[in-house]
């Protein structure tokens, strides 16, 4: 099994375009999360979602959004990109217990910079 | 948010037990603590989770204070493959279902 992938590795993106981050899992899991990784900082939450057609913000959304089509796919769309942007974007899958006893499953991330 | 107090840095040398300790004073009786690590340039990876009781897995083991208030993820003998940032992160049971990191403990390990 691939896990989770992320998709592209690395972009570079001028002040003001868009884009989609895409994260695809092949565990059949309900529950997918976007994270960003400020440099030195740990994780925060941007959206989450609990199934196929659910998603809900996290700590911070503001600037982003998200769709669940699909169990397999949680595209994450930055819309006008800002230089606050730049970061490490982490996207995780797990379970449907609800992550009591089971874990994260993370991708291993698209580095995002925006100038 | 449960919030959760880590040392920023520790350091060990290889083969020796490294004990990373974690303060949640303010957790809830039904949340879970959960450790991840992650390592440079790589998403975070899962290490144990428990409740109450004292957990033990191939990575490492988990002991729990009798209060609930404090935790330490114990790995046995360190590695060079150990040098990694460590999260200490409690999942909420009432905030629906997802985990907040900190800034973690990044752990530094001598030959």
């Known amino acids: 099994n691939a896990g989770v992938t992320q998709t592209p590795k690395f972009r570079i993106l001028k002040i003001g375009q868009s884009m989609t981050l895409q994260c695809t899992q092949d565990m059949n899991h309900n529950y997918m999360y976007w994270y960003r990784q400020d440099p030195g900082m740990g994780l925060k939450l941007i959206y989450y979602s609990v199934g196929a057609g659910i998603t809900d913000k996290g700590e911070v959304p503001n600037g982003y959004n998200v769709s669940r089509s699909t169990t397999e796919d949680f595209p994450l769309r930055l819309e006008l990109a800002a230089p606050s942007q730049t970061s490490v974007y982490f996207c995780a899958s797990s379970p449907d217990d609800r992550l009591r006893n089971s874990p994260l499953h993370f991708g291993n991330g698209t580095r995002l910079t925006v100038t | 948010d449960a919030k959760t107090t880590q040392p920023n840095s520790m350091e060990s040398n290889e083969e020796e037990p490294v004990h990373l300790p974690c303060n949640h004073s303010?957790?809830?009786?039904?949340?879970?603590i959960h450790w991840y690590r992650q390592l440079p340039s790589q998403g975070p990876e899962y290490v144990i989770h428990g409740l109450t009781s004292n957990v033990n897995n191939r990575m490492a083991s988990l002991a729990i204070a009798e209060d609930r208030k404090s935790s330490t993820l114990i790995l046995h003998r360190a590695t060079l493959r150990d040098a990694a940032v460590y999260y200490c992160i409690l999942q909420e049971t009432y905030n629906t279902d997802k985990l907040i990191f900190g800034t973690g403990t990044r752990l530094q390990v001598f030959p």
């Open positions: 303010t957790i809830s009786g039904t949340d879970y």
